[in-house]
């Protein structure tokens, strides 16, 4: 069994915990295909598949931003979690 957590004051989607366990299956034939993978919930949800034309001459706007903030924030405290441990 793997044996893993998920760091206090880290806000992680269910979504995100169910498809990191099927990553972390130690029996490999139990473990996600790349076509799982690839059709999983986490990459059908909506982000943004370019920037808008805009953004060449100035940054986008706050609103755009904070669509996406807590998500990269979470990514990056998990990475950082897991390559400590």
């Given at each position: 069994m793997c044996n893993y957590s998920f760091p206090d004051g880290v806000n992680v989607s269910?979504?995100?915990?169910?498809f990191i366990s099927k990553m972390l299956q130690r029996d490999?034939?139990?473990?996600?295909t790349v076509d799982e993978i690839?059709?999983?919930?986490?990459?059908?949800?909506?982000?943004?598949?370019?920037?808008p034309v805009c953004t060449l001459a100035c940054p986008p706007n706050s609103n755009f931003i904070k669509q996406f903030k807590e998500s990269t924030d979470n990514?990056?405290?998990l990475t950082k979690h897991f390559s400590e441990s």
């Open positions: 269910k979504t995100m915990k169910q490999p034939a139990r473990r996600s690839l059709s999983d919930e986490l990459f059908n949800t909506p982000f943004p598949k370019s920037l990514i990056e405290k």
